[in-house]
């Protein structure tokens, strides 16, 4: 018989899609196009476990089922090939991070090839090769060279900037920029020296020098990202971290924050990643308003929405970094603030945002004088303020903030209560009335929150105190790290210290050999190891590198034209790919690689290299596989595990063992004592016979030792089996165990389909020519229309589930006719390319699969000739009666009264009623 062999056809078709380059993309005009991405993998040592596959076998089967539907189908893989792991690999080895990588690489595409992906490996990216961030480099020179003109809403170069300096210096100009620029004029600029003029256009730059607030980890000798950081540790390795100002390139995105909100209303991404998005670039309308220092010519200014909530200000509260901490801070007070600062600079920016239990801080001992009253408000530090949001200071309106409340009441500040028709928002419930006065909002009694905050912001304006603002919580992206496996920024300091970009012709500037991986024994970042590193053999190179997400913001540009050497990309490949269809990644990129992809794609635009500023249609954020931990019961004190069910009975210790010798619960005793050496001589007290472990589900994780590696599910089951699960498993978006009970359903299923073709004697490959009968054309139509429509959901686990269904009924049926079956080949080819492949040939196809047309429904052969009415007699169903669908009423209900075995149940009396619900029921009351 022949049987199916997954192992022998999986490797032949995947030697064939090889060596026929079955996949190769060109830019064909004839046909739409289709993008479809995957956010690249960092190679790591591990290699993949079966969740990583999860999006990319989603995003292959779109791919294969936009093929079938004519299009002309873009879907690259490529690898963001920089990383901290591989650097901190280097310091501990001495190897050099190319060569780990270059490893890692080849475990994943050994791991992505069995699994039968429809990739066009002849478009392979990887971030760490000079080739590739030759043009990285490149861009980072064009926003160097680039300033926002807040006019034109749109990105310019900076040559026409300097030109407006030259003719009217800057007071003309609407840009974005420093809040401390200058106003100079045309004489002033022509003044200025060489060095002052670059100082004044670094304020203007689209990427900047600038002294900034970062995560600063000592041990690891690098700054890291907010995402890097977690409870004040580095993510990697668990080392302190602490905020320091260092002179860091940072990119100006806040110039595109409106463009950023506004692009949200033309993505298909989900609500609650928009919402993310939002949230992140933190849009907010009120006021600026300035607080003098009492016994000081200093004015603290503060940003806020609801500035006509300010009589309710009891204190104010400064961030632990705001430059004026020392001069703010009373002699009394010194030594109480310095050790306050330095705790709060071991938490990270969103470590202080998302919590909202912990209250700390401490008295400056300066006072403010609040504008309206005059009275004294007392200036405190205070961790959830954030210097880089507003202006690092807050006016607290205990009444009105839910933060400044915990904060009063911990402290045992003032909190003046509400009173009907004044301007907090919190209810005199939530207070005690006792702890201040009644709040006297004068101008403002008796207005709305809408009449009163504008009325509030004017008063302010009137009095000169402060102005209207609009202010964004997202802030300029630090783009230096103190690494060395990262790009070389392309930038020298010449003799004055001005940094300047290179030429053009000397890109890519490669990273340079060094002894060693991690910083100079004076501070520097490693790259100040390199010997005879100089431009032109002489100007110092910037010694930072970029950050992770430099490559990774338009890579997906470069698939377009990867070979390309003489741009990223040639501008008829940029115009008839355009952007990405479908893009399928984890929602942890959401506030940054998504943020700052979009960034650059508008950048881009606005220099006239792309025809869209957004560069992804649609996202789709897959869920994540968990694992599914199996553990033994081990009796307290003794060698004896304990199953299961009997652990009650004995005082035991929980322990996980590997699932690799766990099939279905039941554990591999002799594997178990030869897993370990503490595990030889393990006792077993079973439960008919065999030894049952528990569960639970938890991430999948080694020390969980509940890590599933794809390549054993493939050698045991084959990768359309393993394709066609992980899809089974649930929706795509959601989270989900994986549990390899149910993978034999699917393995068997794919067996049933097998069969479908194999029906003659012997299981030789049989097929027949006959017309398909009305009920085996009602089966195949009704399958295309399902599994059609579930696709244009990306409801992947329904469309298996009709599959199931479809080749139930038509095994049922015993149905082996050519007409029925090769439109299912052609159907189930995305899911289970390597099958269907086989079977394609055998029905005599010369071409791929991949070639195929998919099947078109036609409802004419789902429609109903007629139907089965259920009918009840006295409440109680007698009878099933066929009936032509398109009978009327009266027709249904002559028909059924002369059933014989509905006559049988009326004993032949007239009915008192009788009830037709068309295409439900027939009720008889007799």
Same mark, same amino acid.
């Given at each position: ?23 190769? #993309? ?13 956010? $690249? ?69 050994? @791991? ?28 980072? +020179? @064009? ?85 890097? !950081? ?17 002179? &860091? ?17 033309? =993505? ?24 003098? =220092? ?51 600079? %071991? ?47 807050? +006016? ?30 919190? #209810? &005199? ?17 008796? +207005? ?115 070979? %390309? ?39 881009? $635009? ?5 025809? *869209? ?12 596989? &968990? ?24 005082? !035991? ?74 899809? $089974? ?119 791929? *699969?991949? %070639? ?49 075995? *509905? ?22 009351? =007799?």
């Amino acid at each position: 018989m022949a049987e199916y062999n997954y192992k022998d056809i999986e490797a032949k078709w995947r030697k064939y899609w090889q060596d026929s380059q079955t996949f190769r #993309t060109g830019t064909d005009k004839s046909k739409p196009k289709y993008y479809v991405l995957d956010m $690249f993998p960092y190679p790591s040592g591990a290699g993949l476990h079966v969740g990583h596959p999860l999006g990319y076998i989603a995003s292959d089967i779109v791919s294969r089922y936009k093929r079938l539907q004519g299009f002309n189908v873009l879907h690259p893989m490529g690898f963001d090939s920089f990383g901290l792991p591989a650097e901190q690999y280097a310091i501990q080895t001495g190897q050099h991070p190319a060569k780990t990588t270059e490893e890692n690489i080849a475990r994943y595409k050994e @791991q992505l090839g069995i699994i039968g992906f429809s990739y066009d490996w002849e478009r392979e990216v990887r971030t760490s090769s000079p080739d590739y961030y030759r043009w990285t480099q490149w861009i980072f +020179m @064009q926003l160097f060279a680039s300033w926002y003109d807040n006019d034109a809403d749109k990105a310019k170069d900076i040559d026409d900037l300097i030109k407006i300096f030259e003719e009217s210096g800057n007071q003309s100009v609407n840009a974005v920029c420093d809040e401390e620029t200058p106003s100079f004029t045309a004489e002033a600029w022509k003044g200025m020296s060489r060095k002052e003029r670059a100082d004044i256009l670094m304020m203007y730059r689209l990427t900047y020098l600038s002294e900034t607030f970062v995560n600063w980890c000592p041990a690891l000798g690098t700054v890291l990202a907010n995402d890097e !950081v977690k409870d004040g540790l580095s993510e990697r390795g668990g080392h302190p971290v602490e905020r320091k100002e260092m002179l &860091q390139w940072s990119m100006r995105i806040s110039a595109y924050a409106d463009r950023l909100l506004e692009g949200l209303d033309r =993505v298909d991404f989900s609500e609650s990643l928009k919402e993310m998005q939002r949230n992140w670039i933190g849009k907010s309308y009120g006021c600026s308003v300035k607080f003098q =220092v009492e016994e000081s010519d200093r004015k603290l200014e503060v940003f806020t929405t609801r500035v006509d909530t300010i009589f309710g200000v009891t204190f104010m509260t400064i961030a632990p970094e705001h430059e004026l901490i020392d001069e703010l801070t009373t002699d009394s007070q010194r030594a109480e603030v310095e050790a306050y600062v330095e705790k709060a600079k %071991n938490r990270s920016e969103r470590d202080r945002m998302t919590d909202v239990k912990t209250v700390s801080g401490v008295f400056t001992g300066s006072y403010v004088k609040h504008p309206f009253t005059d009275e004294k408000v007392p200036l405190w530090v205070a961790d959830y303020v954030l210097s880089g949001y507003g202006t690092g200071v807050v +006016m607290a309106v205990p009444c009105s903030d839910t933060r400044d409340y915990a904060f009063a009441k911990h402290f045992e500040l003032p909190i003046i209560p509400i009173q009907e028709g004044k301007h907090c928002d919190i #209810t &005199q419930e939530d207070f005690d009335p006792k702890a201040g006065k009644m709040v006297n909002s004068g101008f403002l009694d008796g +207005m709305s929150v809408e009449e009163a905050v504008p009325a509030a912001i004017n008063k302010v304006e009137e009095m000169g105190i402060g102005q209207a603002k609009v202010n964004f919580k997202m802030r300029d992206a630090v783009f230096s790290r103190q690494r060395y496996w990262g790009e070389p920024v392309p930038v020298y300091f010449d003799n004055e210290g001005v940094a300047e970009l290179i030429a053009e012709d000397k890109l890519p500037l490669i990273l340079p050999e060094i002894d060693e991986y991690k910083p100079t024994e004076t501070g520097e970042p490693p790259l100040g190891r390199a010997k005879d590193w100089k431009y032109e053999g002489q100007y110092g190179y910037e010694l930072s590198t970029m950050p992770g997400w430099a490559g990774s913001s338009w890579y997906f540009l470069r698939y377009m034209d990867p070979k %390309n050497e003489n741009e990223f990309a040639a501008k008829e490949e940029l115009d008839y790919w355009q952007d990405v269809d479908l893009y399928i990644g984890g929602a942890e990129h959401a506030t940054g690689h998504l943020l700052y992809s979009r960034f650059w794609s508008k950048f881009l $635009f606005d220099k006239g290299y792309l025809k *869209v500023d957004e560069p992804f249609k649609k996202l789709i954020n897959q869920g994540m596989i &968990q694992g599914r931990s199996s553990f033994v019961y081990r009796v307290n004190g003794t060698n004896q595990y304990v199953s299961y069910n009997l652990r009650k009975d004995y005082e !035991v210790t929980p322990l996980h063992v590997d699932v690799s010798i766990v099939d279905n619960d039941i554990l591999d005793t002799e594997a178990f004592k030869a897993w370990r050496p503490d595990y030889t001589d393990a006792e077993f007290i079973l439960e008919d016979g065999k030894y049952v472990c528990g569960s639970e589900v938890e991430k999948m994780s080694k020390s969980k030792y509940n890590v599933v590696n794809p390549d054993d599910i493939v050698e045991r089951y084959g990768a359309d089996t393993f394709r066609l699960y992980e899809m $089974f498993l649930g929706p795509l978006e959601q989270f989900k165990p994986w549990n390899t009970n149910g993978i034999d359903g699917v393995h068997k299923f794919l067996k049933k389909f097998w069969r479908l073709f194999h029906s003659g004697n012997d299981g030789e490959f049989t097929l027949s020519e006959e017309e398909p009968t009305k009920e085996e054309l009602k089966i195949l139509h009704g399958a295309i229309k399902s599994v059609s429509d579930y696709m244009d959901r990306y409801a992947f686990n329904t469309c298996v589930s009709s599959f199931m269904i479809c080749v139930n009924e038509l095994t049922s049926k015993k149905c082996a006719k050519r007409s029925v079956l090769e439109p299912l080949v052609a159907m189930l080819s995305p899911f289970a390319p390597h099958m269907a492949e086989e079977l394609w040939a055998k029905l005599g196809h010369k071409e791929s *699969v991949v %070639n195929a047309e998919f099947p078109k429904y036609e409802e004419k052969y789902l429609k109903e000739d007629s139907f089965e009415y259920p009918v009840m007699v006295n409440g109680k169903m007698r009878a099933k009666v066929s009936i032509p669908a398109d009978a009327s009423k009266d027709e249904i209900q002559s028909v059924a009264l002369s059933d014989e075995r *509905v006559v049988k149940w009326t004993e032949g009396k007239e009915p008192k009623r009788v009830i037709v619900v068309p295409k439900k029921i027939v009720n008889v009351v =007799v």
